[in-house]
């Protein structure tokens, strides 16, 4: 199996997005952030025009991660 890497270039993408403005929230922001672009990347093929500043609410997406926690140690 060829290795992705090798089969063409590579494009970084320098992007402002959302940043936590708390000690605490860094890992649900990243997560946010990660999730957005990969959405980006599956509807439009592109990143670079990807609206990174989109609000993030971690409350809401420490609770979903809860719920996949629970969801995944019920399905044991």
């Known amino acids: 199996m060829v290795s992705p890497i ?17 000690g605490y929230d860094c890992g649900v922001h ?6 957005r672009v990969a959405e980006c990347a ?6 670079g025009n990807c ?4 609000k993030i609410n971690p ?3 420490r609770k ?4 996949i926690i629970h969801s995944l140690k019920n399905s044991e």
């Open 64 to 67: 979903e991660i809860l719920k």
């Open 6 to 22: 090798t089969q063409g270039s590579i494009n970084y993408v320098d992007k402002e997005c959302m940043q936590q403005g708390n």
């Open 51 to 54: 609206d990174m500043l989109v």
């Open 30 to 35: 990243v997560i946010c952030n990660a999730e």
């Open 42 to 47: 599956h509807q439009t093929g592109l990143i």
């Open 59 to 61: 409350s809401a997406k």
